[in-house]
């Protein structure tokens, strides 16, 4: 007689075989990388305890180039001007030994280069394609600099040979600082003037518009009508406004001073409205960008003429400091993007229109590709997300007795000789607001 026979399937073993290879590399707060500074970046700050310039500041966006080098992400912006000089060297750049980005080798002489100038000298060096241009040799955003960058030391950061200096070299790599949170100060924009010769004579009427062109005069009867002082008891009856032609108005400090002609209509800067009790009071709703002001029943302009200066956040500064910053005026939310100075600025939305151009209502292959392109490039411009703003003073620093109020804005220590500001703010010639941004890229 015959059984079936039962026969088990058994696992076996080959520990000879090949691991599957690891994918993690880094984490993403300060990627690990073999990151160097450019070595053409001309030089900027001097930093007297080691004895070294700077070439990119901390908090400054940046970028690669197509070398892999990192550089102030700003530069693209900049390379893309077409009239001017977009790079200059300097006879410090010659005694450091910074490399011409034009030739390859150390800068032999002072002087600027035009984009189309660094277009033609990339394509001759093999760093650009025919066709492309000098800003396509910078890279968008990549992160932010975490610590000053110091100028290069030289080659390959290793070999003492190539080095600038062959016995010194501050860093032979660098760190970028991706997906965290930073914090810089808001800087406003340039003084601005109005001429209050200029302005119309006293409304009656509301005020309906924070922006108002030229400024505005308005009466008591207008700031009782006026939604955001309508309900404030300590308003009393001679009291009127002059509403500036900017909305968001900075804080009057050492280094954004409001300044008045009149120093008899403009005599105390009071606190609250409610202690506008005598000629000469005025008060500053910074806000609105509108200052309140004794006048005796409150019906006429008491300066019909003169000048008042002050700064706002409305527009960009003329110039600004090497220390990295934001300008504009940014709000909780607003996404933002390097500016030719690789600072920080709120990135651009698009305006309402059409690109339709052959009148048929229908969107063509070519148009859809623009503005699909034109969306790509915007978000990949972005690199952070404003989260909030912060006011200064608080905890009461401005109480805190510090050294050094009468010696130069980078030897006042925060506290009463900054007018309770931190260093942050009176470095980069910031009013009062310091900006915390999220980064993204």
């Known amino acids: 007689m015959t059984f079936n026979q039962?026969?088990?399937s058994h696992k076996t073993w080959d520990h000879v075989g090949n691991p599957t290879p690891n994918v993690e590399y880094s984490e993403s707060h300060r990627?690990?990388?073999?990151?160097?500074?450019?070595?053409?970046?001309?030089?900027?700050?001097?930093?007297?305890?080691?004895?070294?310039y700077f070439t990119v500041s901390v908090g400054k966006v940046v970028a690669m180039d197509l070398d892999?080098?990192?550089?102030?992400?700003?530069?693209?912006?900049?390379?893309?001007?077409?009239?001017?000089?977009?790079l200059s060297y300097t006879a410090t750049d010659i005694t450091e030994g910074v490399i011409d980005l034009t030739t390859g080798i150390t800068v032999a002489a002072a002087g600027g280069y035009t984009r189309a100038e660094i277009t033609a000298a990339l394509i001759l060096r093999g760093k650009i394609d025919t066709g492309q241009n000098a800003e396509d040799f910078i890279s968008l955003p990549v992160g932010v600099a975490p610590y000053n960058y110091y100028k290069w030391a030289g080659g390959d950061g290793f070999n003492p040979s190539q080095y600038t200096k062959a016995n010194f070299n501050m860093q032979h790599r660098a760190a970028i600082l991706c997906?965290?949170?930073?914090?810089?100060?808001?800087?406003?924009?340039?003084?601005?003037?109005?001429?209050?010769?200029?302005?119309?004579?006293?409304?009656?009427g509301a005020v309906d518009d924070w922006n108002e062109t030229g400024g505005r005069w308005k009466s008591n009867t207008a700031l009782q009508a006026t939604t955001r002082w309508a309900a404030a008891a300590v308003l009393n009856t001679d009291t009127v406004g002059l509403v500036l032609p900017s909305l968001s108005m900075a804080k009057s400090t050492a280094s954004s001073t409001v300044t008045f002609s009149s120093s008899t209509d403009f005599a105390r800067e009071r606190n609250s409205i409610a202690e506008l009790v005598q000629s000469g009071d005025y008060f500053i709703d910074?806000?609105?960008?509108?200052?309140?002001?004794?006048?005796?029943?409150?019906?006429?302009?008491?300066?019909?003429t003169g000048t008042i200066d002050y700064y706002h956040y409305d527009n960009s500064p003329a110039s600004v400091s090497t220390y990295a910053c934001a300008i504009g005026d940014l709000k909780p939310g607003d996404l933002v993007r390097a500016d030719a100075n690789s600072n920080y600025v709120a990135a651009e939305t698009f305006a309402a229109g059409t690109r339709i151009a052959d009148?048929?209502?229908?969107?063509?292959?070519?148009?859809?590709?623009?503005?699909?392109?034109?969306?790509?490039?915007?978000?990949?411009?972005i690199v952070g997300q404003v989260l909030e703003l912060e006011?200064?003073?608080?905890?009461l620093l401005e109480r805190v007795r510090t050294a050094y109020a009468t010696l130069g804005t980078l030897d006042q220590?925060?506290?009463?000789?900054?007018?309770?500001?931190?260093?942050?703010?009176t470095y980069a010639a910031g009013a009062d607001r310091m900006v915390r941004i999220r980064l993204l890229n």
């Not at 990627?31 to 070294?52: I, Q």
């Not at 997906?179 to 009656?204: F, G, K, M, R």
């Not at 910074?286 to 019909?304: F, Q, T």
């Open 286 to 304: 910074y806000d609105v960008g509108c200052i309140l002001l004794y006048e005796s029943g409150g019906n006429a302009a008491p300066m019909a």
């Open 6 to 8: 039962y026969t088990a």
């Open 359 to 381: 009148g048929t209502g229908l969107v063509t292959e070519a148009e859809l590709a623009a503005a699909m392109n034109e969306v790509a490039v915007r978000e990949d411009e």
């Open 179 to 204: 997906d965290y949170v930073i914090e810089v100060p808001l800087v406003p924009a340039s003084a601005t003037q109005i001429d209050l010769s200029a302005v119309a004579a006293i409304e009656n």
């Open 68 to 86: 892999g080098r990192l550089v102030p992400a700003g530069l693209k912006t900049a390379f893309a001007v077409a009239a001017g000089d977009v």
């Open 413 to 425: 220590m925060p506290g009463s000789a900054t007018l309770g500001r931190p260093a942050a703010l």
């Open 391 to 395: 006011t200064h003073p608080r905890d």
């Open 31 to 52: 990627p690990h990388g073999e990151f160097m500074p450019a070595d053409w970046l001309p030089v900027g700050r001097f930093e007297k305890y080691y004895e070294e």
